[in-house]
């Protein structure tokens, strides 16, 4: 071998080795569970083990969950974490000197199975037969409303009397946005647009739009509500976005949670005393949402509201929520349907 080849092979060989020719020491550790148990409530302990196929020496072991370090617990840990859904369960600990960092994936569910309810009807109002109702929300005693497109017709956001259905003023959205749920905080409307990415802002008084605003991370605009500080926002996900409202920046997440799955098609929302209502996409019932937590507290069966409406060829699903405070009730509707129901929602026993 002449000495140009075995330079060329010498340099191969140092080239080789410092870039990963001895094998990561992380790839010798995996975590898992006691039994394969992956799925949990809050405060439940769990039995995370590292597995070390080399036994190779492990210090300064540690579990975070949502980056908070859980407490142990005997040879286990506690989830204290309120938050429900998927989240990573990381490892983190010592090994020759590396740090190295393990995650896996675990399911926290609501502790409880949710309530059921029902509802009783107080009053029917007449409702735009026309109006595709995506959004429905309360300002002092008048009612807005967001609509959807189609069939050539445009979205539009609109107040309305709710006595008598009259339409006070309307602000029609371009043809290429279709509009969905709204919330109203400190005199502002806020308006979701479904796959454009964008939201709209209005002066709640005039209709007037004043701003506009890009999704993050959110995939979709669905729902939207309000807590007095934060907008909260659906997207067809397990998601529920917290938005500032100042920025509109998507802050953090809360996941939809029973005592038995991860649940995705919550669409129109409410926000009354910490609960998100929510309508369930496709189905006439309604979610009681712990607006913390993420889990599903109630269910209320809205079965039977469609069938007392007007019965024609573009009749579709119960969609829109809005709570009047001063009433202390709820008020439901659907797309193209002709009747506001006014109702209260109780436990069914």
């Known amino acids: ?20 020719g001895e094998k990561d020491p992380a790839s010798f550790f995996g975590l898992q569970f006691e039994k394969g148990k992956k799925e949990y409530r809050p405060m439940d302990t769990i039995y995370p083990v590292i597995r070390n196929r080399k036994e190779l020496p492990l210090d300064s072991l ?17 989830l204290d974490s309120e ?23 675990i399911k926290i569910l609501a502790p409880e199975p949710p309530q059921l309810y029902t509802y009783t009807i107080l009053n029917e109002f007449p409702h735009d037969m026309t109006s595709f109702t995506q959004g429905l929300e309360f300002h002092r005693d008048t009612l807005y409303e967001s609509t959807g497109s189609g069939g050539g017709a445009k979205s539009y956001v609109r107040k309305v009397d709710f ?52 999704y993050g991370k959110s995939k979709e605009g669905w729902g939207l509500c309000n807590d007095g500080n934060s907008l909260y926002k659906s997207d067809g996900t397990e998601r529920i976005w917290l938005l500032d409202p100042q920025t509109l920046e998507e802050k953090e997440a809360i996941q939809i949670a029973s005592n038995k799955s991860i649940f995705n098609k919550a669409n129109e929302l409410e926000f009354v005393d910490g609960k998100i209502y929510a309508n369930v996409w496709q189905k006439e019932s309604m979610m009681i949402i712990d607006a913390n937590s993420g889990a599903i507290e109630g269910v209320v069966n809205l079965g039977g ?45």
């Open 83 to 105: 938050k429900l859904g998927v989240h990573d369960l990381t490892a983190n600990f010592r090994s020759d000197g590396r740090e190295i960092t393990l995650s896996e994936e």
């Open 163 to 214: 006595t008598t259905g009259e339409v006070y003023q309307q602000a029609d959205l371009e043809e290429e946005y279709f509009g969905e749920g709204i919330t109203i905080l400190n005199n502002r409307l806020y308006q979701l647009t479904w796959q454009g990415k964008v939201g709209f802002v209005y002066d709640a008084s005039t209709l007037e739009r004043i701003d506009k605003f890009q």
């Open 305 to 349: 509201l469609r069938e007392k409406v007007r019965q024609h060829p573009k009749l579709d699903v119960l969609n829109g929520i809005a709570y009047h405070p001063g009433r202390k009730s709820f008020f439901v509707t659907g797309k193209n349907w002709d009747t506001l129901f006014e109702i209260t929602l109780h436990k069914k026993e």
């Open 1 to 20: 071998m002449n000495s140009a080849k075995f330079f060329t092979l010498n340099v191969l060989l140092v080239f080789f080795l410092s870039c990963g």
């Open 62 to 78: 540690n579990f975070t969950l949502k980056g908070r370090e859980l407490p142990a617990a005997g040879r286990g840990y506690v």
